[in-house]
C-alpha cells in the first residue's frame, strides 16, 4: 500500500509545477501580445501565422524531448500553446470540407490548434473559393490516401487558383461503424463517403454482406443519416461519433491498418524555407515522343527527389495531361530553382503550387 506522506509529497511538488507551467504559458502569452502590437504598428499588411516558423518550434520540442511523454502528445500539447498564444494577435479562420466533424475539420485541428474558427464548406471547391474571397484565411482540403490514392476534386481546383500550399498534414485514419441499431445484425443499409466505403471494403464483405452500401459527400454526413435512422449505420471517426451521440457497434473497420489521409493547408500568402521542406509544381508537356522523359529529367539530373507525381486530363484537349509532382526541399534552395528553370524550357505550361513544410508527424 502507498505511504500517504509519499503521495501527498508528490502532490506537493506537482502542484508547484503546475504552478510554474501556468506563469510560464501566461509569460509566453503576453510576449505573443506584445508581438502583435508590433506587427499592428508596421504598414498593416502583417503576417501572424507562420508556417514556417511553427514547423521549427514543433521540431525542436521534439528533437529535445527525452520522455516519457510520445513525441506526438508533447507535440500536440505544444501545439495547442501556440494556438492559444496565436489567437491573441490574430484569431485564424479556417476553412474545411463540411459538416463538422469530419476528418477534415480534425486535420485542421492538428495542424492549427483548436482556437481558431473553423468554417465547415459543403465541397472542396467552396474551401478554395472561401479563401480566395479572403472570408478565410486558409483552407484545408484532402489530396491523397495511402490506399486509395489522389482526390482528384483537389489536384483539379489547383489547376487554376491562385491559392498558394503552406503547409501539410498526415492524419491516420481509423473507421468506425456506429449506429443507435443495439447490435450489427440490426443494421440495413451503410452510408460512408465513398473512398471510406472503399476503405472498408474487406470488412463490410464479410460482416455486412449484401447490405446497401450509401455513398454520401462526407462521413459526418453519414453519421447525421445515421442518427436519424435507427435501421442504418455509419462509417465515421471516433470525432464523429462523439459528436452526434453514436455508439459505435465496431471499431478500426479499415482493411489497412497503416491508413493515412494527406491533408493540403492552404492561403494567399507564400512561405518562406523552414529547413526541411516541400515544392509542389504542376507542368504540362508538348504531346510529343520523349517530352515526360525530358521533363522528369531535369530532377534526376539536379538530384532533387520527386516524392509524388500523379497526372489528371488538361481538360483543354483529348489525351492532354497535366502532371503534379512533389519535391523535397524549398523553392528557394539552389536545386530546386535549377530544377524550375529547365521546367520552363521543356514544358508547355509551368506552375508552382507552393513550398511548405513537411508535415512534422
Known amino acids: 500500500m502507498a505511504n500517504r506522506s509519499d503521495l501527498e509529497d508528490l502532490r506537493v ?59 506526438l502528445e508533447m507535440a500536440r500539447l505544444f501545439r495547442e500553446i501556440m494556438s492559444a498564444c496565436l489567437a491573441l494577435e490574430q484569431q485564424l479562420s479556417v476553412a474545411y470540407l463540411g459538416p463538422e466533424a469530419t476528418f477534415t475539420q480534425s486535420a485542421a485541428f492538428k495542424h492549427f490548434g483548436h482556437s481558431i474558427h473553423t468554417k465547415a464548406q459543403v465541397s472542396i471547391a467552396e474551401v478554395f473559393r472561401e479563401v480566395e474571397s479572403g472570408a478565410c484565411q486558409y483552407g484545408v482540403a484532402p489530396i491523397e490516401n495511402s490506399i486509395e490514392g489522389a482526390v482528384n476534386h483537389t489536384l483539379d481546383m489547383l489547376v ?48 455486412l454482406k449484401g447490405l446497401e452500401r450509401i455513398a454520401v459527400n462526407s462521413n459526418a454526413e453519414a453519421a447525421k443519416c445515421a ?59 508538348p504531346n510529343e ?17 520527386m516524392s509524388r507525381i500523379e497526372s489528371r486530363p488538361s481538360r483543354q484537349g483529348m489525351w492532354e495531361y497535366v502532371f503534379f509532382v512533389d519535391v523535397d526541399g524549398h523553392i528557394e534552395d539552389d536545386t530546386v530553382s535549377r530544377v524550375l528553370q529547365q521546367l520552363k524550357q521543356h514544358a508547355l505550361m509551368m506552375k508552382v503550387l507552393g513550398s511548405y513544410p513537411s508535415a512534422v508527424l
Open 160 to 207: 487554376n487558383s491562385s491559392l498558394k500550399i503552406c503547409g501539410e498534414v498526415h492524419l491516420p485514419i481509423h473507421h468506425n461503424l456506429m449506429s443507435r441499431a443495439e447490435q450489427i445484425q440490426d443494421v440495413e443499409r451503410v452510408y460512408s463517403h465513398q473512398q471510406s466505403l472503399a476503405q472498408c471494403r474487406t470488412w463490410l464483405d464479410i460482416n
Open 227 to 285: 442518427l436519424e435512422d435507427d435501421r442504418a449505420a455509419a462509417i465515421a471517426g471516433e470525432v464523429a461519433a462523439e459528436y452526434y451521440h453514436l455508439p459505435i457497434l465496431a471499431s478500426n473497420i479499415e482493411d489497412e491498418p497503416n491508413n493515412i489521409t494527406r491533408f493540403l493547408v492552404l492561403g494567399q500568402n507564400s512561405t518562406q524555407a523552414s529547413g526541411n521542406d516541400k515544392t509542389s509544381i504542376l507542368f504540362a508537356n
Open 289 to 305: 515522343p520523349g517530352a515526360l522523359q525530358k521533363t522528369l529529367a531535369c530532377f534526376a539530373d539536379n538530384n532533387v527527389n
Open 13 to 71: 511538488r506537482i502542484d508547484v509545477i503546475d504552478e510554474q507551467l501556468l506563469r510560464l504559458i501566461s509569460e509566453r502569452a503576453g510576449l505573443a501580445a506584445e508581438t502583435a502590437k508590433l506587427k499592428n504598428s508596421g504598414d498593416g499588411d502583417a503576417l501572424y501565422y507562420r508556417p514556417e516558423r511553427e514547423a521549427q518550434v514543433l521540431r525542436k520540442i521534439i528533437d529535445a524531448n527525452k520522455g516519457p511523454v510520445a513525441d
